[in-house]
């Protein structure tokens, strides 16, 4: 299949005590992550067969997204007194780095041991963004955890905020939904959305509404109820302000399979799969299939004073990380 694309995607194995994942070199992609319990081995993240459904789906599921997560409002951006126009690909605004992300393109991969390492060049003026970016995504295995190292160099000033798009469902994706899934996160408070989805500015406490995940509630328990911040997005999918490097914590309240993930930037995306869709490996998906947890810089923070901007100055080597710790409760 994959007849768009004219090459097949190769899926390299990496394993370790307890734990099996799957990259694939077309979008520097988890393809699949399997966990040893005591009743079998269980997939516990979404993943497709095929990389024509998957362009198709529009889920970004388990790719490395780049060279911006999340979205960029009106597609356009000011550095160094020059406004550069982006690939707008989700209405008027830049999302997940425009129509043809780099979660749309074959990186060179470079298996070593226990490990991965997958390479591209994005060249100057790619969706409209400055500079030619070379971007290295390392996938390193260990038992029961996976540890992806995100490098990047420029040769101009740039802006470049990677994530990683994986859909969990800790009880199993073959359930079909991860309502049930326990989940924190280690923020109190939240960016709320505009109704174009870019966010409004400020920074709200997330105390007293269905965004307080300061412990551990189950992620379908409140998506449903009446808050306008959850009929803009048809669910969750919004900004939190991580008070450290420990992001969230989560686990499958049927499987007891934990999962933590760990990040230096500075807040994450709760994504709860409201528009999720496509013939993915375990079938036909529906909304809420997965949950995506997805480290990241601020949306929109290019355009806004309040928040970090994630600028790559010309010639500087910049990494982050993003760590999934799995364990059972
Ligand atoms: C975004 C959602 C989007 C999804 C799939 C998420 O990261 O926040 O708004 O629908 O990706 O594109």
Redesign the pocket.
């Known amino acids: 299949m994959t007849e768009n694309l004219g090459r097949v995607p190769r899926i390299y194995e990496l394993c370790a005590d307890g734990i099996r994942v799957g990259i694939s070199d077309f979008g520097a992609a988890i393809n699949y992550i399997r966990i040893q319990t005591e009743r079998g081995w269980r997939d516990v993240c979404l993943g497709f067969d095929d990389a024509d459904e998957y362009i198709l789906s ?3 599921c388990g790719a490395t ?1 780049g060279r911006v ?3 960029i409002k009106d597609a356009r951006f000011l550095l160094g007194g020059r406004e550069y126009v982006l690939s707008a690909n ?1 209405n008027k605004n830049c ?2 780095g425009g129509k043809e992300g780099v979660d749309r393109k074959f990186f060179h991969a470079d298996p070593c041991g226990n490990m991965l390492e997958l390479t591209l060049v994005s060249p100057d003026g790619d969706m409209g963004f400055p500079g030619e970016l070379k971007l290295a995504v390392r996938y390193a295995i260990g038992a029961r955890r996976l540890d992806i190292t995100y490098t990047a160099l420029s040769d101009k000033d740039t802006l470049w905020a990677p ?1 990683c ?1 994986a859909y969990f469902c800790l009880d199993g994706v073959q359930k079909g939904n991860c309502l049930d899934d326990m989940l924190k996160i280690y923020a109190d408070s939240y960016t709320p959305l505009a109704a174009d ?1 870019t966010p409004v500015g400020n920074i709200l406490p997330v105390k007293g509404t269905p965004f307080d995940f300061t412990s551990f509630r189950a992620i379908g328990e409140r998506i449903n109820k009446k808050c306008e911040q959850l009929e803009i ?1 048809g669910g969750y ?1 919004h900004n939190f302000v991580l008070k450290g490097s420990h992001a969230a914590t989560a686990y499958g309240s049927e499987s007891g399979i934990s999962l933590d993930v760990y990040t230096d930037m500075p807040g994450v ?1 709760l ?1 709860t799969g ?2 999720l869709r496509g013939r993915s490996r375990f079938g036909e998906l529906s909304p809420r299939a997965g949950f ?1 947890l ?1 480290p990241q810089f601020f ?1 929109d923070s290019a355009n806004r004073k309040e928040f970090i901007a994630p600028v790559l100055r010309a010639g500087e080597i910049k990494t982050h990380y993003i760590s999934y710790i799995f364990g059972s409760v």
């Open positions: 529009g889920t970004y997204i997560a999340n979205r989700d999302n997940h994530t798009h989805m997005a999918d995306q994504y409201n528009f995506a997805e949306p």
